[in-house]
């Protein structure tokens, strides 16, 4: 299994435990020290879609790989 930080530039499919499905690149990992709030998000930018969109790491259940 990847490692979260693997999926930077990847096509990815990110489950949410709230039921949301977003596939698209992954565009950036961020987190402490260098990022506000504490916790690690990723930054996706679905397929066709013009911006990206933060993820909070809490609200994932699942990334997997569209490569």
Known sequence: MKEWY???????????K????????????LGPP?????EESIMIK???GK??????RAEIEKI???N
Not at 10 to 16: E, G, H, L, P, S
Not at 51 to 56: A, K, L, N, T, V
């Open 46 to 48: 679905p397929f066709g």
């Open 64 to 66: 997997e790989d569209l």
């Open 18 to 29: 709230d039921g949301e499905v977003y596939e698209g690149y992954i565009e950036d990992v």
């Open 6 to 16: 693997e999926f930077v530039g990847q096509k990815a499919r990110v489950r949410c």
């Open 34 to 38: 260098d990022y506000e709030p504490e």
């Open 51 to 56: 911006y990206g969109i933060e993820i909070m």
